[in-house]
């Protein structure tokens, strides 16, 4: 996924960040519960809230 890849550097990481999420929460892509936690600590230093991260998110 090179456009949000580019935004993150070039542009926003936040905003790069929540479009990859909308991303993988569109396409149902299966998440482990390791990259879950990954998710969410990475979330937390943009301030998301842990339920904001996680809803939505397909488990494996």
């Not at 979330?43 to 842990?50: H, I, K, T």
């Amino acid at each position: 996924m090179p456009a949000p890849e580019e935004m993150v550097v070039q542009v926003c990481a936040d905003l790069g960040y929540r479009l990859f999420l909308r991303a993988v929460k569109l396409h149902a892509v299966p998440i482990g519960a390791t990259s879950r936690e990954e998710f969410v600590a990475l979330g937390a230093r943009f301030g998301y809230p842990e339920r904001l991260v996680v809803e939505g998110l397909q488990r494996d």
